[in-house]
Nanobody, 123 residues
Framework: QVQLVESGGGLVQAGGSLRLSCAASGRTFSNSAMGWFRQPPGKEREFVAGISWSGTSTYYADSVKGRFIISRDSAKNTLYLQGNRLKPEDTAVYYC????????????????WGQGTQVTVSS
C-alpha cells in the first residue's frame, strides 16, 4: 500500500509560478516511477509529467514542456512539480501518481493516486 498526499495548490495569476509537493509513505518511494496528472473542469484526467525511479529520466506533456519541472527527493520521500509561466488552461485538480507498469502517459499505468490538489490560474 502507498499513501500519497499532495500540497501546494492554490490561486495564482497568469504568468506566475507554483510548486506542488507529494509526500509518499508505504511502499519504497525510491523504487517507484512517479508522475503528475491533472483533471481540468469537465474534462478527462490527463498526463502532465513523469519521472523514473532513479530520477534520471523525465517525461512531459507537450502542453507543459518548457514550463513545468518534475523532480523527486528520495531522502524526503517527496515528489515535486514546479509550474512556471502558468496559464488559465493549467487550471485543474492535480494528482500525484505512483506507477505500477506501462506507459508514463496513461492513467491505466497508475497503481496509486493521491487525493488531488486544486490549482486555479486567473487571467
Amino acid at each position: 500500500q502507498v499513501q500519497l498526499v499532495e500540497s501546494g495548490g492554490g490561486l495564482v495569476q497568469a504568468g506566475g509560478s507554483l510548486r506542488l509537493s507529494c509526500a509518499a509513505s508505504g511502499r519504497t518511494f525510491s523504487n517507484s516511477a512517479m508522475g503528475w496528472f491533472r483533471q481540468p473542469p469537465g474534462k478527462e484526467r490527463e498526463f502532465v509529467a513523469g519521472i523514473s525511479w532513479s530520477g534520471t529520466s523525465t517525461y512531459y506533456a507537450d502542453s507543459v514542456k518548457g514550463r513545468f519541472i518534475i523532480s523527486r527527493d528520495s531522502a524526503k520521500n517527496t515528489l515535486y512539480l514546479q509550474g512556471n509561466r502558468l496559464k488559465p488552461e493549467d487550471t485543474a485538480v492535480y494528482y500525484c501518481a505512483a506507477y505500477a507498469a506501462g506507459s508514463y502517459y496513461s492513467t491505466r499505468s497508475v497503481a496509486y493516486w493521491g487525493q488531488g490538489t486544486q490549482v486555479t490560474v486567473s487571467s
